[in-house]
């Protein structure tokens, strides 16, 4: 794998006002890699520098995450996909492969509902927006009151003790759990801390995941999808990629033996070979007016029953 260079250093957009951090590379058909809650751009510096030597790569902190602003603003999902839309135009880049992760799944798949003729092929990885269940930690967090705690999470006793709990309740892998709390050590700064509620209140409450796109899940047809997920995954559980499997005609699914919410992180050389070889065998999906105008009069299928077989799931080991 290779390493990250300074090219990869992130460089900022002013849009609507706001600043935006992205990193971009590489030339050819462009990748639009797409960060979970809390996270940023970092978590796909080892796939950005494999790939750059065939396509365009650009990972951008989301708005209210890592080096982008952080402003009192709309963070919704379809909001974020707006977002990467505008940025994308400044960086002229009309049409795009969109890979998200957790929170960057849900907005792939919005992105691609309001922009299908900006979608070439969708990406999803443990993502968001594909049933209600979510890691008990992000439906508290998501509660009332939850802000005033969670400038406590950055502290050395408060780490030792999520440590410790977590371990006991097998809340997360070890690998996720010394992740996360990287992340979440950042809340701290008050700026970071409200976006970081503001989004995770669009998405989560106390009975969890808000936001669901199986309902259009059917519009995906014609446009290449693949599913990437770990059987061990506690945020969104690995339930969740049969489910959209089901939804998504045509999609590809695999999961991760052992991996917990960050596949592409607990194998990232696997993760790197099973991308190329989806964008090697699928052709971009090309917009079609007519063909969309016929799948929303048609409606959403029937949804097939929950106990039905989902054929063909490659399972891979995880490397962890």
Same mark, same amino acid.
């Given at each position: 794998?290779?390493?990250?260079? %300074?090219?990869?250093?992130?460089?900022?957009?002013?849009?609507?006002? /706001?600043?935006?951090?992205?990193?971009?590379?590489?030339?050819?058909?462009?990748?639009?890699?797409?960060? =979970?809650?809390? %996270?940023?751009?970092?978590?796909?510096? %080892?796939?950005?520098?494999?790939?750059?030597? %065939?396509?365009?790569?650009?990972?951008?902190?989301?708005?209210?995450?890592?080096?982008?602003?952080?402003?009192?603003?709309?963070y919704?999902v379809?909001?974020?996909?707006?977002?990467?839309?505008?940025?994308?135009?400044?960086?002229?880049?009309?049409?795009?492969?969109?890979?998200?992760?957790?929170?960057?799944?849900?907005?792939a798949? @919005?992105?691609? /509902? @309001?922009?299908?003729?900006?979608?070439?092929?969708?990406?999803l990885?443990?993502?968001?927006?594909?049933?209600?269940g &979510?890691?008990? #930690? #992000?439906?508290?967090?998501?509660?009332?009151? +939850?802000?005033?705690?969670?400038? #406590?999470?950055?502290?050395?006793?408060?780490?030792?003790?999520? $440590?410790?709990?977590?371990?006991?309740? $097998?809340?997360? *892998?070890?690998?996720?759990?010394?992740?996360? #709390?990287?992340?979440?050590?950042?809340? &701290?700064?008050?700026?970071?801390?409200?976006?970081?509620?503001?989004?995770? $209140?669009?998405?989560?409450?106390? $009975? =969890?995941?808000v936001?669901?796109?199986?309902?259009?899940?059917?519009?995906?047809?014609?446009?290449?999808?693949?599913?990437?997920?770990?059987?061990? *995954?506690?945020? &969104?559980?690995?339930g969740? +990629?049969?489910?959209?499997?089901?939804?998504?005609?045509?999609s590809?699914?695999?999961?991760?033996? =052992?991996?917990?919410?960050?596949?592409h992180r607990?194998?990232?050389?696997?993760?790197?070979?099973?991308?190329?070889?989806?964008? +090697? @065998?699928?052709?971009?999906?090309?917009?079609?007016?007519?063909?969309?105008?016929?799948?929303?009069?048609?409606g959403?299928?029937?949804?097939?029953?929950?106990?039905?077989?989902?054929? *063909?799931?490659?399972?891979?080991?995880?490397?962890?």
């Open positions: 794998m290779t390493s990250p260079t %300074d090219s990869f250093a992130p460089r900022t957009r002013v849009v609507h006002g /706001y600043e935006r951090a992205y990193r971009m590379a590489g030339r050819g058909p462009a990748l639009l890699f797409l960060h =979970g809650i809390g %996270d940023d751009s970092s978590t796909w510096l %080892d796939l950005l520098a494999s790939l750059s030597a %065939d396509f365009t790569v650009i990972a951008p902190d989301l708005l209210g995450h890592g080096s982008s602003a952080k402003p009192r603003a709309d919704s379809a909001a974020y996909a707006c977002g990467m839309r505008d940025l994308l135009t400044t960086l002229d880049i009309d049409r795009v492969t969109v890979v998200g992760h957790s929170l960057g799944g849900g907005v798949m @919005q992105f691609a /509902y @309001q922009f299908p003729e900006r979608c070439e092929r969708l990406v990885v443990g993502s968001g927006g594909v049933g209600a &979510v890691h008990p #930690l #992000l439906r508290l967090a998501a509660a009332p009151g +939850a802000g005033l705690v969670l400038p #406590l999470l950055g502290t050395p006793p408060a780490v030792a003790a999520l $440590r410790g709990v977590a371990g006991l309740l $097998r809340l997360f *892998d070890d690998a996720d759990l010394d992740y996360v #709390l990287t992340r979440y050590a950042r809340l &701290v700064e008050p700026d970071t801390r409200s976006a970081f509620l503001r989004t995770l $209140r669009s998405v989560v409450d106390w $009975r =969890g995941q936001v669901n796109m199986l309902d259009r899940c059917y519009l995906t047809e014609g446009i290449p999808t693949l599913l990437v997920w770990g059987t061990e *995954d506690r945020v &969104v559980p690995s969740h +990629a049969l489910r959209a499997h089901r939804a998504m005609p045509g590809r699914l695999v999961l991760f033996e =052992g991996a917990g919410h960050f596949p607990a194998d990232p050389e696997r993760f790197l070979e099973i991308l190329r070889e989806f964008l +090697a @065998q699928t052709p971009p999906a090309r917009y079609d007016r007519g063909r969309w105008g016929k799948l929303l009069r048609a959403r299928p029937v949804e097939a029953p929950e106990t039905a077989g989902v054929p *063909d799931v490659p399972t891979v080991s995880s490397g962890t």
